[in-house]
């Protein structure tokens, strides 16, 4: 029966209203409203003003039904969990299961997990790992230094005269543009047979060396030559190496000059588009380089800077701001009357990817006006350096400054600020070709310690941006043996595939002298690196003693995680390190913050603490008890921390020992392993057992079935006590095999499913079984047969009762092929077992519900009838009646919504193909109800490794992309052509052939087609969990004219909330609907960030002064004033779109001359 129309100020229907106003049409509070957080909303009744209680209490009206009263639908309510508890306890089998682990109680031992024994393990077994590459890497150095001090320089040595295997020469002969083909400088190349090696995952040879040179330098440069010649030597010390340390993987040097020798041999992995590596733009080579530095980039937009050279300028910041690392601080601004940030941030911030990401988008926006004003952009740069109340280096003061050219020297600036210790090191740009005078830069940079170096072009751009890191090494290398300290990198991706990796890094110095007598060389030669893989740390960590939701984690001096199981980036990019911080890999708590900072500080630690964790499908929060223990790892800046929850501290270990003395034939004669055979399914129900690495000669294979096969025939020819495969795992899923197996033979297999509407029965173990029964029912069965990756397995573990888990909505079928197909919804339990003092979790069981039967049922319960076989009741024109979810379902919405917000049951049948749907979606009104009444709460958190498809380009008009097109105004002005701007627009043309995409295209594009290549991104992800509120009562929705009744309360000892309401019949009550979804975000606001930073430590070590350092050695340049009939003929010449080709340059500095 419709219920009547519902108007603002009309007297709602129903014996129980009769005559009771509706309440007022105010706004309906949005998301963004602030909640009662001090318990339950007040019953209405008390909301009532006095003389409306009357009205409520009088006779019924004509109206038959009413909306049911709170004690009938908690009597509903609490027939629903005696339904699900009945059916759990007849098929569940929980107490039968504790009985089998029992009776079975000699086949099996409890080991405890001792957290603190087992982080120093841990801790000291990394420590050990890490300490034979430290020694290799020692080695190398002291080899590098001593080949090189003994190395005699030639001036005369000729390509020729040099035989080294190019590991980018097979890329570059199958390209019949390349330079160096047509040159015929591959005669000097090896060509190398390869090997595959897993370890690499690559093919390698193991008895050379292979040599990378980045693409803008010169191979056949005298100083590139004499580095090829004296760092051939360095191939027997690898070889040595590897001798006395088979793990070990890359070796590399990375030479100042830009030549990287890395062993063992391997083609390079050549990108579709041009090869930017460049060794010295490595996370790992810059950390080792130099110590943390300070930096402010102050850069000239006076009026003078023209429009080629403002780019010149963007693209020369750009450049500089990859060279810094997260150990590294910097701030960015323009200046010409006045200096200003370019960005949001006013003071020093960290160099980390978020942050340069900031300032390079904010470079972009630069406009060149007034005049220069050198005084003003070096008075902003000193106060930034010099404010102390903020986090910063300590270390490695600088400024670079970026100009044109200018012809004030602003000594007073630096008598004021910088004389006479000089603590901070000035470096000069000077950008663009052009007619000043450069000798105020260079005086600048010389008197301040720094350098001056030239961009006249783009091409010099990469060159001259990081070139100044051999400035900031002298101090090292004077420092000598006390500087010659290894250190760990920051988590980044390999460049030749190795995947996710650190590198242990040591600075390599030049110890040659100029004569007798004189200054030792104050030269880095480069930095030596040995890698470790992530994968080979991860294996020194308990694998399955921890249980589902224990688990080892390490992070560095800033906080990023070295290891953890949410270390996951989707994409990555070779240019940057992997920087997930452990605030960012879990969900934020205060708890969190101290543990993470008495990990940075290299303390030890445990605590227990009740906090948040996000389920492993991302879709619920639970509410949890974690115990976290700490210890620092000896001898790195690393620390390494375990999580186990109370019900982990102990696990069963299977003790078949007496099964193996009776069978010493292959392990599948063994009593329990008949019941893994897929001939036994039928009778006992399909096993799934977890891809696990059982024994070093399985054939792993994501399809399960091909998995059991593998395994299978390999225990076939396996003894249980083999040395090649892990007893602890083998063991455990024979035991966990006849454990369930017992389960079916006692309960599931005398029990009639269709009886109670299941689709299936299951149990899962930490041992790697899960079995499902009947066999049939595996075929529909999509959960991950690794039961520690099932998002059902690890929730189960940390609620207590029973876990419903609805389908994905994009899994369901539509409602027209729901007829010929079933769907299921989990309903999950753990099985704990006390043995004695201790309890653990050793597994789950669960049911399949049918959808349609049970969604059938739900009406039943939620009515006034008994049970489905009495006929419903009736009611007259003058009887009153209460409304039901049966009965009334066109007048009365009745849905179960679990934990998370997922629609699980309705007496919608409309409704029922949206059941795994957030219900906001379904019916945003009653779901925005349900939060604003603290039934819901919400919790939003970022994911930083998420990757997205490339943006499209936008319309850069029909000019080439970054090329400076002259105006009108430009041809007609003799300045334009008197000045640098033709020429530097020839050079660019020039440069740009092979450099076209930089000024406006990411490098990464470089590495691949932008068009397909997915990039990193930010997303952010909300979601949903029971609020505070655990009591049962009414509300009512206002909106508009109308209001909605609604009825609301958990159901005990299930993740259920069982809500009854009026359907909605105006349109008013259309309102916000609350997100759930994962949506592209650009993440939380950098700029308020950085004004509460978290907390990090740098470097223990700060080498930036040294008495005996020589400074004379600041950089020399000349300006080159090209004639003006030169200019026209060039100009003329690209006008008619005939650039010459570009001829080889040599782009190593002169100070690199050994």
Known sequence: MAVPARTCGASRPGPARTARPWPGCGPQPGPGTRRPTSGPPRPLWLLLPPLLLLPLLAAPSASAYSFPQQHTMQHWARRLEQEVDGVMRIFGGVQQLREIYKDNRNLFEVQENEPQKLVEKVAGDIESLLDRKVQALKRLADAAENFQKAHRWQDNIKEEDIVYYDAKADAELDDPESEDVERGSKANTLRLDFIEDPNFKNKVNYSYAAVQIPTDIYKGSTVILNELNWTEALENVFMENRRQDPTLLWQVFGSATGVTRYYPATPWRAPKKIDLYDVRRRPWYIQGASSPKDMVIIVDVSGSVSGLTLKLMKTSVCEMLDTLSDDDYVNVASFNEKAQPVSCFTHLVQANVRNKKVFKEAVQGMVAKGTTGYKAGFEYAFDQLQNSNITRANCNKMIMMFTDGGEDRVQDVFEKYNWPNRTVRVFTFSVGQHNYDVTPLQWMACANKGYYFEIPSIGAIRINTQEYLDVLGRPMVLAGKEAKQVQWTNVYEDALGLGLVVTGTLPVFNLTQDGPGEKKNQLILGVMGIDVALNDIKRLTPNYTLGANGYVFAIDLNGYVLLHPNLKPQTTNFREPVTLDFLDAELEDENKEEIRRSMIDGNKGHKQIRTLVKSLDERYIDEVTRNYTWVPIRSTNYSLGLVLPPYSTFYLQANLSDQILQVKLPISKLKDFEFLLPSSFESEGHVFIAPREYCKDLNASDNNTEFLKNFIELMEKVTPDSKQCNNFLLHNLILDTGITQQLVERVWRDQDLNTYSLLAVFAATDGGITRV????????????????????????????????????????????????????????????????????????????????????????????????????????????????????????????????????????????????????????????????????????????????????????????????????????????????????????????????????????????????????????????????????????????????????????????????????????????????????????????????????????????????????????????????????????????GLPPRPQPQVLVHASRRL
């Open 773 to 1136: 029964f009947p066999n049939k029912a595996a075929e529909d069965w999509t959960e991950n047969p690794e039961p520690f990756n099932a998002s059902f397995y690890r929730r189960s573990l940390d609620n207590h009762g029973y876990v419903f888990k609805p389908p994905h909505q994009d899994a369901l079928l539509r409602p027209l092929e729901l007829e010929n197909d079933t769907v299921g919804i989990l309903v999950s339990t753990a099985v704990e077992l006390s043995l004695g003092r201790r309890t653990l979790r050793p597994a789950v069981v669960g049911v399949k519900l049918d959808l349609e039967a049970w969604a059938e049922k739900f009406k039943v319960l939620a009515s006034n009838r008994t049970h489905q076989d009495q006929p419903q009741k009736q009611c007259g024109p003058n009887s009153h009646c209460e409304m039901d979810c049966e009965v009334n379902n066109e007048d009365l919405l009745c849905v179960l919504i679990d934990d998370g917000g997922f629609l699980v049951l309705s007496n919608q049948n409309h409704q029922w193909d949206q059941v795994g749907r957030f219900f906001s979606e379904v019916d945003a009104n009653l779901m925005l109800a349900l939060y604003n009444n603290s039934f819901y709460t919400r919790k939003e958190s970022y994911d930083y490794q998420a990757a997205c498809a490339p943006q499209p380009p936008g319309n850069l008009g029909a000019a080439p992309r970054g090329v400076f097109v002259p105006t009108v105004a430009d041809f007609l002005n003799l300045a334009w052509w008197t000045s640098a701007a033709a020429w530097s627009l020839f050079q660019q043309l020039l440069y740009g052939l092979i450099y076209h995409s930089w000024f406006q295209a990411d490098p990464a594009e470089a590495e691949g087609n932008p068009e397909t290549r997915e990039s990193s991104c930010v997303m952010k992800q909300t979601q949903y969990y029971f609020g505070s509120v655990n009591a049962s009562y009414n509300a009512i929705i206002d909106c508009g004219n109308c209001s909605r009744l609604f009825h609301a309360q958990r159901l005990t000892n299930t993740n259920l909330l069982f809500v009854v309401a009026e359907k909605p019949l105006c349109s008013q009550c259309e309102a916000g609907r609350l997100l759930q979804k994962e949506t592209h975000s650009d993440g939380p606001e950098q700029c308020e960030l950085v004004q509460r930073p978290r907390y990090r430590r740098g470097p223990h070590i700060c080498f930036d002064y040294n008495a005996t350092e020589d400074t004379s050695d600041c950089g020399r340049g000349a300006s080159f004033p090209p004639s003006l009939g030169v200019l026209v003929s060039l100009q003329l010449l690209l006008l008619l």
